[in-house]
């Protein structure tokens, strides 16, 4: 997924976005259904991790959007995302980054929705980089951090998915259906 060149950012913000976003700018099943949470990631290698939030999302009827939006190769981009995303109509963003991992940080400095990030592993220190990147923020510019890597993936989805839980019986009773099979699973588990 290509990132927005830096010389469209400035023009009409909904159709340099909707050239980045992939098919409807919505995913859910293969049909178009407004958002409620993003799902954005800083380059195309972090959609390996990425992607399991997403996943984890249409699993729970959840309708998202997902994109690359990088802090530092298309910073105006990232700004005019953030602050336009509750306009949107969404209700949960969830930011991966590896590296540096600026990007949860940087969008929850421009909304005032929950930002939940998660840090990609990276090659050089194994994410631990990326992690303390994303749980070290100042006082006053909150962001949910998640583990490193996958589990984090999953688990930023189905935080999103209580906060949805709160105001939506649909989505409440899908989380609760979701937790109720996992332990099933585990108490019907045998071992060889």
């Known amino acids: 997924m290509p990132t927005a060149p830096t010389s469209q950012v400035g023009e009409v913000g909904f159709r340099v976005r909707k050239l980045y976003t992939g098919a409807a700018g919505c995913h859910y099943n293969g049909s178009f259904m407004q958002p409620l949470v993003a799902v954005i990631m800083g380059s195309t290698s972090d959609w390996e991790t990425m992607r399991h939030a997403v996943e984890m999302l249409d699993s729970l009827g959840i309708p ?14 990232m700004a005019e995302f953030a602050a336009e995303a509750p306009g949107r109509g969404i209700r949960v963003i969830i930011a991966g980054a590896g ?19 998660v840090p990609v592993q990276s090659k050089a220190l194994n994410g631990l980089d990326s992690l303390l990147s994303i749980a070290q923020m100042p006082g006053g ?11 984090g993936a999953k688990n930023a989805a189905l935080l999103a998915a209580a906060v949805l839980a709160t105001t939506d019986e649909a989505i409440r009773e899908r989380l609760v259906a979701f937790r109720e099979k996992q332990t099933a699973d585990v108490l019907g588990s045998e071992l060889p």
Do not use: D, K, N
Not at 141 to 150: F, K, N, R, S, Y
């Open 141 to 151: 510019i909150p962001v949910g951090t998640l583990a490193i890597g996958t589990a």
């Open 64 to 77: 998202s959007e997902h994109r690359v939006v990088s802090a530092h190769r298309t910073p105006a981009l």
């Open 99 to 117: 590296g540096a991992a600026h990007l949860p940080g940087m969008v929850a400095a421009q909304t005032w929705l929950p930002v939940f990030g």
